[in-house]
């Protein structure tokens, strides 16, 4: 068994400040994440390649990360975080970032993590930034709430040569009760029908035994409105070290695509992921647009 883990993360606000650590939902974190670390993490479990995810907006800590990926004989690639609302700089610091990530391991995405809490979706700058994107064969990281599903949505039919990759599933409301999860579920459902998003079953607490329980439903679901060949594999590391370590982590989620073909459970655990960054082929069909359809 071959896993690619899409989405970890690193940092050393030592180095490069993170003030959202200094939230109070975010003040049990380790204040540095670093790939040493990370590697002790992942040793003896069956990841093989990795994806690192920049926290921090800064272009020295894309730098930083890009360095300790090039050292690791783990990180593939990175995600660097930039605004794509940057009118002055967007553009350029995504041509700044393919020079610097030229030798393995490459720059292999972009994150915006508030390009859907802002209005901002319609601007010149973000449009003429995602059609950058597009064209440099770059996949772009959206967060985004289940309010905010349908706003993506839209962002995806009006780009559907960019893909778009939805972190953590659209943060599904597991302790909100069930009307909320259904609402979230056909959000999700409906932003499915854009074949140009992919999304990442990552940033999820353990899964449990227990009948109902909201984790292993939003895992079912997702599987089931996106299919493996869209979905990946993410431990969210070292958010998980608040519940698990990462071997636990990482085990209990291949254990709930158990129900899957072998086809379909290594399409989640690494082929999305070669597909989508390691461009080991396209990551959605070149001829298809977004299905229109009802965003419920």
């Not at 040493?36 to 926290?55: K, M």
């Not at 009948?211 to 958010?239: C, K, N, Q, T, Y």
């Not at 129900?259 to 070149?286: H, K, M």
């Given at each position: 068994?071959?896993?690619?883990?899409?989405?970890?993360?690193?940092?050393?606000?030592?180095?490069?400040?993170?003030?959202?650590?200094?939230?109070?939902?975010?003040?049990?974190?380790?204040?540095?994440?670093?790939?040493?670390?990370?590697?002790?993490?992942?040793?003896?479990?069956?990841?093989?390649?990795?994806?690192?995810?920049?926290?921090?907006?800064?272009?020295?800590?894309?730098?930083?990360?890009?360095?300790?990926?090039?050292?690791?004989?783990?990180?593939?690639?990175?995600?660097?975080?930039?605004?794509?609302?940057?009118?002055?700089?967007?553009?350029?610091?995504?041509?700044?970032?393919?020079?610097?990530?030229?030798?393995?391991?490459?720059?292999?995405?972009?994150?915006?993590?508030?390009?859907?809490?802002?209005?901002?979706?319609?601007?010149?700058?973000?449009?003429?930034?995602?059609?950058?994107?597009?064209?440099?064969?770059?996949?772009?990281?959206?967060?985004?709430?289940?309010?905010?599903?349908?706003?993506?949505?839209?962002?995806?039919?009006?780009?559907?040569?960019?893909?778009?990759?939805?972190?953590?599933?659209?943060?599904p409301p597991l302790t909100a009760g069930r009307r909320t999860m259904g609402s979230w579920a056909r959000g999700l459902g409906a932003l499915a029908r854009c074949p140009n998003v992919v999304a990442k079953l990552s940033g999820l607490p353990p899964t449990s035994d227990r009948p109902g329980d909201p984790v292993s439903f939003a895992i079912v679901h997702a599987i089931e409105v996106f299919g493996p060949r869209r979905l990946m594999l993410g431990s969210d590391w070292p958010v998980t070290t608040r519940s698990t370590d990462y071997r636990p982590c990482l085990e209990r989620l291949t254990a709930s695509l158990a129900g899957l073909s072998p086809a379909d459970q290594d399409a989640i655990r690494s082929t999305t992921a070669r597909t989508v960054y390691l461009r080991d082929a396209r990551a959605t069909d070149e001829s298809g647009r977004c299905e229109e359809g009802p965003m419920l």
């Amino acid at each position: 068994m071959t896993v690619i883990d899409a989405h970890h993360h690193l940092w050393d606000a030592r180095l490069h400040p993170q003030p959202w650590l200094d939230a109070a939902d975010a003040r049990d974190l380790p204040r540095h994440a670093t790939a040493d670390e990370f590697s002790r993490a992942v040793a003896a479990t069956a990841v093989s390649a990795s994806i690192c995810v920049q926290a921090g907006p800064s272009p020295d800590e894309t730098r930083w990360l890009l360095d300790a990926a090039r050292r690791s004989s783990v990180i593939a690639g990175v995600v660097m975080q930039r605004s794509l609302a940057d009118t002055g700089r967007g553009p350029a610091l995504i041509v700044a970032a393919d020079a610097e990530g030229g030798g393995p391991p490459p720059l292999v995405g972009v994150r915006d993590p508030a390009l859907l809490g802002r209005a901002t979706t319609g601007d010149r700058a973000v449009r003429a930034n995602l059609d950058l994107l597009a064209e440099r064969g770059l996949p772009l990281d959206v967060l985004a709430t289940p309010a905010e599903l349908r706003g993506l949505g839209s962002l995806a039919r009006s780009h559907p040569s960019t893909t778009f990759v939805l972190d953590h599933i659209g943060y599904p409301p597991l302790t909100a009760g069930r009307r909320t999860m259904g609402s979230w579920a056909r959000g999700l459902g409906a932003l499915a029908r854009c074949p140009n998003v992919v999304a990442k079953l990552s940033g999820l607490p353990p899964t449990s035994d227990r009948p109902g329980d909201p984790v292993s439903f939003a895992i079912v679901h997702a599987i089931e409105v996106f299919g493996p060949r869209r979905l990946m594999l993410g431990s969210d590391w070292p958010v998980t070290t608040r519940s698990t370590d990462y071997r636990p982590c990482l085990e209990r989620l291949t254990a709930s695509l158990a129900g899957l073909s072998p086809a379909d459970q290594d399409a989640i655990r690494s082929t999305t992921a070669r597909t989508v960054y390691l461009r080991d082929a396209r990551a959605t069909d070149e001829s298809g647009r977004c299905e229109e359809g009802p965003m419920l």
